[in-house]
C-alpha cells in the first residue's frame, strides 16, 4: 500500500473516530442539564458520569491523534481534505441519528464536497507519489 493511499485511509478513520465523538458530545449534551457559568457542581457530576458524553470525549482526541499519524504518511494536501471531509459524516449522522433537517442547498454542499473527497482518491497513484512528483513520506511532520 502506498504511503499516501495509507495517509488517506488512515485519515478517513480519523475523520469518523473524531466526527463520533462529536455527534455523542451533542447527542449526550442535548440531554444533559445545561451549563452554567460557573458550571454547578450537580451538573458537573451530571457529565461526568454520563458514560456516552464521557465516551464522546475520549473519541475526538483520539481522531485527532490518528490525524496527526496520517500525517506522517502523506502531504497535508492529502490528509487534511479527507480530515475536513468528515463533515460530511457528521451531517449524515445528525440526520440519520439525531433526526435533524437539512435543506437542499446543504445538501448540495455536501455532495460538492464528496465528490472531491473521491476524486482525491482517485488521484492517488499506486507508486506513492502524487501528481507534483512528491512521495509520500511524512516530509511535513520531519519538519522539512
Do not use: N
Request: glycine share 16%; proline share 7%.
Amino acid at each position: 500500500m502506498s504511503p499516501e493511499l495509507r495517509a488517506f485511509l488512515l485519515a478517513g478513520v480519523a475523520a469518523l473516530t473524531f466526527d463520533a465523538g462529536m455527534l455523542l458530545l451533542k447527542a449526550r449534551g442535548d440531554r444533559l442539564p445545561p451549563l452554567g457559568c460557573p458550571p454547578g457542581l450537580r451538573t458537573l457530576r451530571a457529565y461526568g458520569t454520563d458514560l456516552l458524553w464521557l465516551l464522546g470525549l475520549f473519541l475526538q482526541p483520539l481522531g485527532y491523534a490518528l490525524y496527526l499519524w496520517a500525517l506522517a504518511f502523506g502531504p497535508v494536501g492529502v490528509v487534511q481534505p479527507v480530515m475536513s471531509a468528515g463533515i460530511v459524516l457528521f451531517v449524515a449522522f445528525t440526520v440519520l441519528i439525531l433526526g435533524e433537517r437539512v435543506r437542499p442547498p446543504e445538501w448540495g454542499a455536501i455532495a460538492a464536497v464528496g465528490a472531491g473527497l473521491i476524486l482525491l482518491g482517485s488521484s492517488l497513484s499506486a507508486a506513492g507519489e502524487s501528481a507534483a512528483g512528491h512521495g509520500g513520506s511524512g516530509w511535513i511532520v520531519a519538519g522539512y
